[in-house]
């Protein structure tokens, strides 16, 4: 026995240890406590609702494995999804065609990836804190969008572009689909390119990072380029998925997102991290949303247990490095 968990161990690498103990607590807690959790309807609810919190996480996860990280994930997103509606509507709105789309999704993506690539240059020339520099690109991005759409909503989308939104395929959701790509794109980036590589040594060490002569500038600015390119992909999502955009939506998700990457085992300070325990964790904290709200819990509460969820991450992993340490001493 202890062979197959010392080899299931060093299959899944140690970071799965604790998402699959929270996934495996919540699934037993909300299946003895919540009617109807092991449903059909559950777990397509989650597979629906997963994908838009995800991929922001995804473009989260980047910047924090740098050591560093993008609060304007949020408005990113929204603001790349205003773009894709602005596109539709100067096409006839819900009767735009498939052009229309491919053109605002390009523009749209394109609108991410220069807020990103903004702050990564902002960061990299600068060595300004990223902290700052992403919430001045959040102020920023939220006063423009504020004053575009006057504080109101867009919608009237075409209805092929509504199914990418509620589609399926084989029985599985389009948007969770195009979420599994992107983590998959993602875990190749981390894994099997030269970017991946750099994207750790920079968060363990920048400065020997750059001694040792990599592009450490290049590196952050294409870090953060991908991070809103991929914050444009939610939003074409989220717009899908609401038949609206504005540009205050979803800013709950911005604590999501940390606390997904956290528990899915990235040093906050960076340089550690994968994306499968991140995939595990973002979806415990979408089965515990739904498990609260089959117990008649609000969002607002879901909310406040994600906070106290973050806090309770950071108290067990300090006990689990403290542990680490007293028995390497003793050792």
Not at 124 to 135: E, M, N, Q, R
Not at 310 to 319: E, F, K
Request: charged share 10%.
């Amino acid at each position: 026995m202890t062979v197959l968990i010392d080899r299931a161990r060093n299959a899944l690498g140690p970071e799965l240890a604790g998402p699959l103990a929270a996934f495996v607590a919540v699934m037993v807690v909300f299946g003895f406590a919540a009617p109807n959790f092991f449903s059909r309807a559950t777990f397509g609810s989650v597979a629906f609702q997963l994908p838009e919190l995800g991929l922001l996480t995804l473009a989260m996860l980047l910047p924090i494995l740098t050591g560093g990280l993008n609060l304007a994930i949020t408005f990113t997103a929204n603001m790349a999804g205003l773009t894709l509606a602005w596109v539709l509507q100067s096409q006839g709105g819900v009767d735009a065609g498939i052009g229309a789309f491919v053109l605002g999704s390009i523009l749209a993506i394109a609108v991410g990836a220069l807020s990103g690539l903004i702050m990564g240059l902002v960061i990299a020339y600068t060595k300004a804190h990223p902290i700052l520099v992403s919430l001045s690109m959040m102020i920023f991005l939220r006063g423009l969008g504020e004053f575009l759409t006057r504080g109101g909503d867009v919608s009237g989308i075409p209805g092929f572009f509504a199914a990418i939104g509620y589609g399926s395929i084989f029985g599985i959701p389009v948007p969770l689909l195009i979420f599994i790509a992107c983590v998959l794109i993602w875990q190749v980036l981390l894994t099997r390119m030269k970017l991946g590589f750099n994207t750790y040594m920079i968060g363990s060490n920048i400065e020997a990072t750059r001694y040792s002569g990599i592009n450490t500038r290049k590196v952050q600015v294409l870090v953060y380029t991908l991070s809103g390119a991929m914050c444009a992909v939610a939003g074409i999502i989220m717009l899908a998925r609401f038949n609206s955009v504005r540009v205050g939506h979803g800013e709950s998700y911005l604590l999501i997102t940390v606390l997904a990457c956290f528990l899915g085992g990235v040093n906050p300070f960076g340089g550690f991290g994968r994306v499968i325990p991140v995939f595990v964790a973002l979806v415990v904290l979408q089965l515990l949303s739904s498990g609260l709200n089959l117990m008649g819990a609000n969002q607002h509460l879901a909310t406040a247990v994600w906070g106290i969820l973050m806090i309770t991450v950071m108290i067990l992993r300090w006990l689990a490095g403290r542990l680490k340490f007293l028995n390497t001493k003793r050792g």
